[in-house]
């Protein structure tokens, strides 16, 4: 089993960039294909991207479409979700996971968007 460990989180301006990483241990990391998930207060998981075990093939939500990019380094066991043109309703705690449920996830890493 995958352990994970996101950071990078933080408070930014709408409109800001963050990076997320997802740091992997464990089972062999290069092996699994990858998932950002988030939860915004109140509300249950809902599914932001996916990259494929060798990074060659991504999938993002329309909500963010255009604006996060997925990518990983595995020889860095290193999973990353770089966000830009932030907007408030992206305040979430953000997770990586095995599963596009939010299966397998780290502890997550808090993401606050506002002025």
């Known amino acids: 089993q995958v352990h994970l460990v996101e950071s990078g989180g933080g408070l930014v301006r709408p409109g800001g960039s963050l990076r997320l990483s997802c740091a992997a241990s464990g089972c062999k990391f290069s092996v699994h294909a990858m998932n950002w998930v988030r939860q915004a207060p109140g509300k249950g998981f809902e599914w932001v991207a996916n990259?494929?075990?060798?990074?060659?093939?991504?999938a993002y939500a329309r909500s963010v479409e255009g604006r996060f990019t997925v990518s990983r380094d595995n020889a860095k066991n290193t999973l990353y979700l770089q966000m830009n043109s932030l907007k408030p309703e992206d305040t979430a705690v953000y997770f990586c996971?095995?599963?596009?449920?939010?299966?397998?996830r780290g502890q997550g890493t808090q993401v606050t968007v506002s002025s």
């Open positions: 990259i494929n075990s060798g990074g060659s093939s991504t």
């Open positions: 996971s095995t599963g596009t449920d939010g299966s397998g």
